[in-house]
């Protein structure tokens, strides 16, 4: 009998969901209307990753691309294979302030498949759905949310304070 490669082996998962049944995302489907819509917006002037593929190309060829991507896409989530070249990446180091000669000075940037970034955007979009269209997220979420940004939160928090304070109510904050 032969033992199963490491990237075959799918672990069990014990699901956090105790609400309705029809809450749980069991499943992602990959339409190729969404991978173009994910096309459509990709800018002339990001560079590519290890595969080489630039976006002025991509953006090109989205039409002939769009259906063998969402394939790819699907693949990828029923087999949970990530496709190699997807997780490797071009580090390159970007110059920030002072001087040059000084490696603190640098940020490292990442640059990975545009085609892996453009997967990583339809499953965050189709779980986003879900998890909104559901209300598992609660209003006070902002974070990585359409909409959301830190000054509605530190809006919302200076509300709640002023409204408190405004009705001799006790409020502690820890920050």
Known sequence: MQKPSLYCIKPHIEYANKGQESDKLLDIQIESGKVKKVLDKLRCDKAGGTDELSSRLLIELKEVICYPVTKIIS???CTGIVPADWKTANVTPIFKIGSRQRVENYRP???TSLIGKACE???RDAILNHLER???IVDSQYGFRKGGSCLGNLLQFF???TSGLDNNECIDVVY
């Open 134 to 136: 559901h209300r598992l």
């Open 109 to 111: 940037v990442s640059l």
């Open 121 to 123: 955007t339809v499953i």
């Open 159 to 161: 509300d709640a304070v």
């Open 75 to 77: 693949e990828f989530l």
